[in-house]
Structures are given as structure tokens and as C-alpha cells.
């Protein structure tokens, strides 16, 4: 099958300023549209040109098309961008494809999506609650005027959690009972069995990923008798590093507490599947990557409930999903390790970005042309 994937917003960016990159590899997308190639589909990418590499020249495993973004003041990339030779190109090459896979009901791309060709559109869909800009007008706006008139008679709707089902089916009928979360490139994230005495957390360091809290939870837990071997791992950078360094030394945990900086996919893996616990307590992140990359290294997970990932962490045991974790949470899970790992291993295969290519097409195939 030959299939477009349209997803203008390749990464999260803070403060609605995209940072210049070296690459696109090691984003969730390209992982899925590796995903697709895996089960035999010939897939061309559309992203918005705001997130081209630097260099301009990086060489991809499959066709990778940037469009130039219009009225960037009004229409911020970040978070809405808009294309006008985004949607001229899909006007002319709508016939060459036979699926079009559009992130967000609240996207220009996807409108001009189901406009053209709503039969081989299918929207996947992210977002659980309207976004936050402007009190959440224009996402209102958006879902109660622009969706039922222009939108709804796409294809299907495929949620990527439960949440972001249940929100979605207030605006449009054809939603799928399935729902399909991002796929982990298995190849990159090999999992292991064998554990150290370590936790880990993996992030951007800046405030909305709450690491404070983590370090302080650490803090209490290697006070705990018999767990005082126990190292915590923060991989990442960003603006909060400096100020969780001190806190660091604040806390007597210099000797503890390890700081890796920037790390590849690779070497993430190298440290995540080693370690016996994953750590997040995020105040803002609704979908986290980090999770399921996680969990198909065979490491179980720790998380407050804001996160859509929660859901399926403590229906299937692969670790503990609750608000105010605390190091007693810490320590059930260091203490009975092996049956987490195992039910992280068991579960792995339905992390898999090949496992989400295929359930994307096989409910697209289950719906039916329009």
C-alpha cells in the first residue's frame, strides 16, 4: 500500500520555539513511518519545513517532503501551522495514495485532508483535551464548527489512547474500538532481564518534567534500610540541569545520583533496560514516548496518572501508576522486580512500531471506503 503520513509537528518544542536539530531519526514519526516499511507499505512523510535538519542534506529511509508554514504570527508552527503549498501538493497527488494518516483532528493538514480525499483519510489522534492557548477558544471553535461541517466525513478515527478516544467521540461518530499508541523501534530498544540496583529518569530537564520531585522521592527511599546501594541515573539536559545539580548537592546525594546528558536513542536503551525502575511524575506531558520505549527495554514504569500511557501500566502490571508516588512505591517495585520485568517483556511486542503499522491498517482496511 502506499501510504502518506502527515504530521506537520515532528517534536514537542517549549515555549512554542523550535529548536534547530541535527536530525529527524529519533523522532516518534519516523520510528512509525519505519514501522510501515516493515510490513511491506511503500510511505511518503509530510512535516512542516519549520522542523527541517540544519544541515538540510540528512538522507532518510523513505521519502520525506517539507512545506513551507504561512502567517507564522497568527498560526504559530509549534502548535497550528498552516500550508497552502501543503495543500496544492495533496490536491495533486491525492490518486498516487492509497491511505492518508493525519495526526490531530486540530490541524490545518488534516483539513485539507478530509476535504480532498476524506475516503482514504484516517486521523490519528493524540490529544485528550482541548489545547490550552487562548483558554481553549480556538480548539472549541474548532471542534464544534469546523469538524462536523468539513471533517466528518473522513475515513475513521483512530484514538491513540482511551482518553483520547473518549474526547474525540463527542465530535465525530466514525471513532475506532481500538486504540493504537506509538510504536517503538524494537531494533533500537532491546530488552534485558538482568537489572542493576539503579532507577532511572530520561527527559528534557526543564520544570513541566517535575525531576525535583523524583530526586527528592530518591532521596528518601536510599534511606530506607537495605536500599542504600541503590543509584538513581538522570538522562537528559536542559535549563533545570544547573538547578538539579544543587539540588543534588543539597540533599548529600552527590555519590548517588548520576548525570549522563544528552543521549542517542542507543544509548538511552544502553541505560533504561539496565536499570530496575522508570521514572516520570510530569506536570503537563499527556503522551511520553519515553514510556513505551521503556517498557519494550523491559524496564516496569512509575507515574503519576497524567500521562494516557497510566492506563494500560497498571491494568497489564507493568509497573505502578498513581498521583504522589512515593518511595515506598519505589521500593515494591525494586522488591518484586522479576514479575514486572516479565510482564514489561510479555507486553513488549504491542509497543512495537510494526505492531501499531499494522493495526492502523487493518482498521483502516475494517472500515471500509466511503
Known amino acids: 500500500m502506499k501510504i502518506l503520513i502527515i504530521n506537520p509537528i515532528l517534536f514537542t518544542s517549549e515555549n512554542n520555539v523550535i529548536p534547530e536539530i541535527k536530525s529527524i531519526k529519533e523522532t516518534m514519526i519516523y520510528s512509525m513511518c519505519l514501522g510501515f516499511m516493515a510490513q511491506g507499505h511503500q510511505v511518503t512523510l509530510a512535516a512542516a519545513a519549520d522542523y527541517k535538519p540544519v544541515s538540510g542534506s540528512e538522507a532518510y529511509d523513505f521519502e520525506v517532503l517539507f512545506f513551507k508554514s504561512e502567517f507564522t504570527r497568527i498560526f504559530p508552527p509549534s502548535v497550528l501551522p498552516l500550508s497552502f503549498e501543503f495543500h496544492r501538493f495533496l490536491k495533486a497527488a491525492h490518486p498516487d495514495y492509497e491511505m492518508i494518516l493525519s495526526s490531530e483532528t486540530f490541524s490545518f493538514a488534516t483539513l485539507s485532508a478530509a476535504m480532498i480525499c476524506p475516503s482514504k483519510t484516517v486521523i490519528w489522534q493524540e490529544l485528550m483535551l482541548h489545547q490550552q492557548k487562548f483558554r481553549k477558544i480556538p480548539s472549541k471553535i474548532w471542534h464544534r464548527l469546523v469538524v462536523p461541517l468539513f471533517i466528518s466525513r473522513v475515513r475513521c478515527v483512530i484514538p491513540r489512547s482511551h482518553r483520547a478516544g473518549t474526547f474525540i467521540r463527542r465530535y ?20 534485558s532481564g538482568e537489572k542493576e540496583r539503579q532507577v532511572i529518569s530520561s527527559s528534557r530537564l526543564v520544570p513541566g518534567k517535575n525531576v525535583e520531585s523524583m530526586i527528592r522521592v530518591y532521596s528518601k527511599l536510599i534511606k530506607i534500610n537495605g536500599y542504600e546501594d541503590v543509584k538513581m541515573v538522570i538522562v537528559g539536559d536542559g535549563e533545570s540541569k544547573k538547578s538539579l545539580e544543587t539540588l543534588v548537592e543539597h540533599l548529600a546525594l552527590r555519590d548517588h545520583v548520576v548525570f549522563t546528558g544528552f543521549l542517542s536513542q542507543n544509548g538511552v536503551n544502553e541505560v533504561v ?98
Open 172 to 191: 465525530l461518530k466514525q471513532v475506532a474500538g481500538e486504540y493504537v499508541d506509538h510504536g517503538v523501534n524494537a531494533s533500537r530498544f532491546v530488552f
Open 273 to 370: 533496560k539496565k536499570s530496575a525502575v522508570f521514572m516520570v511524575n510530569t506536570l503537563k506531558d499527556l503522551n511520553m514516548v519515553s514510556i513505551p520505549e521503556s517498557i519494550a527495554s523491559g524496564t516496569p514504569v512509575i507515574t503519576n496518572l497524567l500521562p494516557a500511557s497510566a492506563d494500560y501500566i497498571g491494568r497489564e502490571k507493568l509497573g505502578i501508576a498513581k498521583d504522589a508516588w512515593d518511595a515506598y512505591d519505589l521500593k515494591e517495585i525494586i522488591d518484586n522486580n522479576p514479575v514486572y520485568v516479565e510482564n514489561c517483556i510479555r507486553y513488549r511486542d504491542k509497543l512495537t512500531n510494526r505492531f501499531s503499522a499494522r493495526k492502523i491498517t487493518e482498521i483502516f482496511e475494517d472500515w471500509g471506503g466511503c
